[in-house]
């Protein structure tokens, strides 16, 4: 069974940091390209981030370029997101998708929150 | 960037009713365009893939259809779990963008 497990997120301040991590399992992780896919409370999915199989292509949405990192561990079957200069603007439920441009398999998502 | 517009932005439909969504890309896509639907508090579902590929275990009675810039996503014989919101994506051009939802409503 395909799986996909985020977690890290949580609350954090405004100008924090924060990295959230996927673990996939029930396939062969280093085939697939990776996404984040991100939800404000109450809004539409926003693209974030995706990066490719061996972690020689990184694309990313413009509002978190220079602050945003996506990296992968294939040993270890897990993509990365990493988040710094957070704002409030951030807050939103993060998704990790199984994707290049077609999710075909989406992770349950883990809510960060950027407050004082 | 590629803003893609949906419309109507919600929709009032009954059981056993067809329904039609409707996605529109600022610029020519091709057919890169893929529908997911999203129940509250609950992760997206693949719909359908390069406009109107069905995606593994989605029920025939979702079909989508367009190229270029018009898109459409087709509900035939509405069942109660279809009431859901659904979006579009386009991931023709970096970065990829999402339509802003259609809330499908009893």
């Known amino acids: 069974e395909v799986q996909l497990v985020e977690s890290g997120g949580g609350l954090v301040q405004p100008g924090g940091s924060l990295r959230l991590s996927c673990a996939g399992s029930?396939?062969?992780?280093?085939?697939?390209?990776l996404t984040w896919v991100r939800q404000a409370p109450g809004k539409g999915l926003e693209w974030v981030a995706n990066?490719?199989?061996?972690?020689?292509?990184?694309y990313y949405v413009d509002s978190v370029k220079g602050r945003f990192t996506v990296s992968r561990d294939n040993v270890k079957n897990s993509v990365y997101l990493q988040m710094n200069s957070l704002r409030a603007e951030d807050t939103a439920v993060y998704y990790c998708?199984?994707?290049?441009?077609?999710?075909?398999?989406w992770g349950q998502g883990t809510l960060v929150t950027v407050s004082s | 960037d590629i803003q893609m517009t949906q419309s109507p932005s919600s929709l009032s439909a009954s059981v056993g009713d067809r329904v039609t969504i409707t996605c529109r890309a600022s610029?020519?896509?091709?057919?890169?365009l893929a529908w997911y639907q999203q129940k509250p508090e609950k992760a997206p579902k693949s719909l359908i893939f390069?406009?109107?590929g069905l995606y593994s275990g989605v029920p025939s009675r979702f079909s989508g259809s367009g190229s270029g810039t018009d898109f459409t996503l087709t509900i035939n014989s509405l069942q109660p779990e279809d009431f859901a919101t659904y979006f579009c994506?386009?991931?023709?051009?970096?970065?990829?963008?999402f339509g802003q939802g259609t809330k499908l409503e009893i």
């Open positions: 998708a199984r994707a290049h441009g077609f999710a075909t398999f």
């Open positions: 990066i490719k199989h061996d972690g020689g292509e990184k």
């Open positions: 029930g396939f062969t992780f280093s085939s697939y390209w």
């Open positions: 610029q020519g896509i091709s057919n890169s």
């Open positions: 390069d406009a109107s």
């Open positions: 994506q386009q991931y023709k051009t970096y970065p990829f963008t």
